[in-house]
């Protein structure tokens, strides 16, 4: 059976007000075929306050994506609580024990990633990456975060182009997501979305 696979997310958190995710647009099919360039990979939910990106398997991720939305309603948007919530049922649940796929999951406070054993862990830094191209996102990231005064979404955005130049399962057709700064979100505002072709 051939599967279709999603690549490289990279989150990055400057503070409470300047949270990013990025993502890449590759799908590629089985292990030699780009079968989309465009895809989005990254988005906002629970009223724009929470941002998710996945890697992996994409009907897998998706599944898992609406099911943490639901954990999030059931727990008022705690993060943590949704997050471990999600790995017990991801645990548990036969038929989830088989979805192959990683997420991020960030907000003001964090972020998390949510493995494919159900797993939920916290990174020490505050920018984490995963996916085929997710090591060397990192490293990109880890370089900016801690040399220059760039913001999360620049730091994500650069780290994703230069993983793409590394990474045959990563393109430069990059998505980012961010959070508003909070006093725009009591505004009406709705949360930034930004393509980058």
């Known amino acids: 059976m051939v599967e279709f696979h999603a690549t490289t997310i990279c989150a990055v958190r400057r503070g409470p007000d300047d949270v990013c995710m990025a993502g890449d647009g590759q799908v590629t099919m089985g292990e030699t075929a780009i079968m989309k360039m465009g895809a989005r990979k990254v988005s906002t939910i629970y009223k724009g306050k929470v941002l998710v990106g996945f890697a992996g398997s994409v ?13 999030l309603e059931e727990h008022g948007g705690n993060l943590k609580r949704a997050a471990v919530a999600l790995a017990q049922l991801w ?23 949510l493995s494919g054993n159900g797993e939920v862990i916290e990174p020490d830094e505050d920018f984490v990456a995963i996916g085929s191209g997710g090591n060397y996102a990192y490293s990109a990231a880890n370089a900016l975060y801690n040399h ?21 399962y990563t393109n430069d057709h990059i998505t980012a997501v961010k959070l508003e700064p909070e ?7 709705t949360v930034k979305q930004i393509e980058e072709v």
Do not use: H, N, P, Q
């Not at 955005?157 to 993983?163: K, N, P």
């Open 148 to 168: 220059t005064d760039m913001s999360a979404e620049e730091i994500a955005r650069e780290s994703l182009r230069i993983a793409s130049t590394i990474c045959v």
């Open 59 to 71: 009907a897998d991720a998706f599944t898992l994506r609406e099911k943490f939305e639901d954990k």
């Open 183 to 189: 006093a725009d979100l009591l505004e009406g505002s």
């Open 91 to 113: 645990r548990s649940d036969r038929g989830m024990r088989g979805l192959e796929a990683l997420m991020i999951v960030a907000d003001r406070e964090g972020m998390l990633v």
